[in-house]
């Protein structure tokens, strides 16, 4: 029977890759598994040989090998699950970090439960099969971390939500000057009277969003003006009680601009606008802060403080490897974002 029959009636395995290739089975393994210690003609040979058997390399095999289940836990608390739904942040962040943990051999799966620092929501986490776990939740998240790093369990943050200096572990973007470029670009304009909405947890600034008001004050600063705490709205970041929370800010004061730190919010805010008459730029101008993808998809187009979602999710994937690994995770520099300059934004009086 030739190797085409065979194949006929069962799964192609590693020998008869091996077979179709002329090398070993260990050198299948070794192109399969990314090792450079292969001839590039030899590496041809086999992937040319995996793609005509359609093979596909048994998980439960390498499993066996590594000592590992190729899953990587997606920490979400439920009163944050509705984001990957609604805010287009989290869901590019989502479809990056899955196209990058897939392109290093692993699926992600996404764990969620009340809130992100309980006991038993902690007890679901040790009973998963995973190999370590992305912390998308804010709410919870120190007590999470410090449970698993005593647990020994690796783990990361998407994003800055402790100013603790051992919380190393996330994909660190420069919030001071995003805060700084957007506030400064809003007094270059001619506007003073500005306020920043940003998203909060029980009523307290989520670490990022500290960050980027220490940014905003400095820009407030170079101009010689104060840059007023009252000047700092807090909301809850859903998009009903982020629509209340513009209805009473425009109610009861009449800023000339808004910057906005979350997608949701910022959707809430321009449905609010529509829905009484105001107009953007021309009675007040907005910028927003996330993906310029997103921005550039609303109505105006909306300038933005953009973040490269494919790097922090790349970053993100490699640090959790790495410590999955035990490799040291060394600090970098923080990533600049840029200002995208649309339609949102217009000189005051002008």
Do not use: C
Request: cysteine-free; hydrophobic content about 40%.
């Amino acid at each position: 029977m030739t190797i085409k029959e065979e194949i006929a009636i069962k799964k192609p395995t590693i020998h008869d890759v091996a077979e179709r290739a002329k090398v070993t089975p260990s050198t299948v393994s070794r192109v399969m598994n990314g090792s450079s210690l292969v001839k590039p003609k030899t590496r041809q040979r086999v992937l040319d040989a995996v793609q005509s058997l359609s093979y596909v390399p048994s998980r439960t095999a390498r499993m066996f090998k590594s000592g590992k289940s190729g899953i990587l836990g997606l920490v979400v608390s439920a009163q944050h699950i509705s984001e990957l739904v609604y805010n287009a942040g989290f869901q590019s962040l989502f479809k990056a970090l899955t196209e990058k943990a897939h392109a290093e051999g692993y699926n992600l799966l996404i764990i969620t439960s009340a809130r992100a620092d309980s006991d038993s929501f902690f007890d679901v986490i040790k009973s998963q099969a995973a190999d370590g776990f992305i912390i998308l939740s804010p709410s919870g998240s120190e007590v999470l971390a410090s449970k698993l790093e005593e647990a020994g369990i690796p783990y990361v943050f998407n994003m800055k939500y402790s100013n603790k200096p051992e919380d190393l572990y996330y994909a660190s973007y420069d919030d001071v000057e995003a805060g700084y470029i957007a506030a400064k670009y809003l007094l270059d304009l001619n506007h003073t009277d500005i306020r920043f909405i940003v998203g909060s947890i029980n009523g307290s600034v989520i670490s990022f969003n500290s960050d980027r008001i220490i940014g905003v004050k400095k820009a407030f600063e170079e101009y010689g003006l104060p840059f007023q705490d009252d000047s700092i709205v807090r909301v809850p970041g859903q998009m009903e009680e982020s629509y209340d929370a513009i209805h009473q800010l425009m109610t009861a004061q009449k800023p000339t601009a808004l910057m906005i730190s979350n997608e949701t919010t910022t959707v809430a805010a321009l449905n609010y606008f529509y829905d009484y008459g105001y107009r953007v730029p021309q009675d007040l101008s907005v910028i927003g802060f996330g993906p310029a993808d997103f921005y550039r998809r609303l109505r105006p187009n909306l300038t933005s403080v953009s973040f490269d979602i494919a790097w922090s999710s790349g970053r993100i994937v490699d640090m959790l490897l790495q410590r999955i690994e035990g490799v040291p995770v060394l600090p970098e520099l923080p990533k600049k974002p840029e200002l995208v300059i649309r339609d949102s934004t217009a000189r005051r009086g002008g």
